[in-house]
């Protein structure tokens, strides 16, 4: 007669133990993942992230020249001839499709609320009536808007990707360019002080 190994009847059998590296890896995914997304919420809400290490080719350089036409519904676009007259200002890179654009926004329309220097909005490789829902329900900063469907002209300006904000001076030249989500410590501590020495 042989023995049946096993649990006593009526219970069941006990799993069997995981293997120590498959038990490993479910706490170090997890243990990574939520410290990688710490360091990015943290460099949101600090404006930590080095946002100085890619070049720019354009800094000191005049504008590009270039003409965009209107979003649907908008009697101008955007060109060089715009910025160029509207002295020191902000060029502000953003499109729908982009989610950290929505987190920039509200600063956005807080900056054109001072009236303290125009925002021309370069909509970058987004379809237009995307863009015209989105500025609908996030409200609308901009001076003057135009629409870059293609990315031709964002590519002139050096655009890596969205968001992106330059700083113009008086004199037509790019001074400044910030890449990513543009923070109220970024506003405070670097783009506002930048503002009012050209200005003076």
């Known amino acids: 007669m042989t023995e049946r190994s096993g649990a006593p009847p009526g219970e069941s059998e006990p799993e069997e133990a995981a293997p120590p590296r498959r038990r490993l890896l479910f706490v170090l995914v997890p243990a990574a993942f939520a410290l990688l997304a710490s360091i990015l919420a943290w460099q949101l809400l600090t404006g930590a992230a080095d946002k100085d290490k890619l070049p720019s080719a354009l800094i000191d350089k005049a504008i590009p020249q270039f003409k965009l036409d209107p979003l649907p519904g908008y009697e101008t676009g955007l060109s060089n001839s715009d910025i160029e007259q509207g002295g020191v200002s902000l060029v502000n890179v953003f ?3 982009c989610g950290p654009c929505r987190i ?13 220097v125009p925002i021309w909005g370069l909509n970058y490789k987004d379809q237009p009536n995307d863009a015209i829902r989105w500025l609908e329900d996030l409200d609308d900063p901009y001076s003057q808007i135009g629409s870059d469907v293609s990315g031709r002209v964002g590519i002139d300006w050096g ?36 503002i009012e020495s050209l200005r003076q």
């Open 95 to 97: 499109a729908s499709w």
């Open 104 to 116: 920039e926004h509200p600063l956005l329309m807080e900056i054109s609320g001072l009236n303290l």
């Open 159 to 194: 655009v890596y990707g969205v968001p992106e904000t330059f700083v113009i001076d008086g004199k037509r030249r790019i001074v400044y360019k910030h890449i990513g989500v543009l923070t109220p410590i970024d506003w405070k501590e670097k783009i506002r002080p930048l």
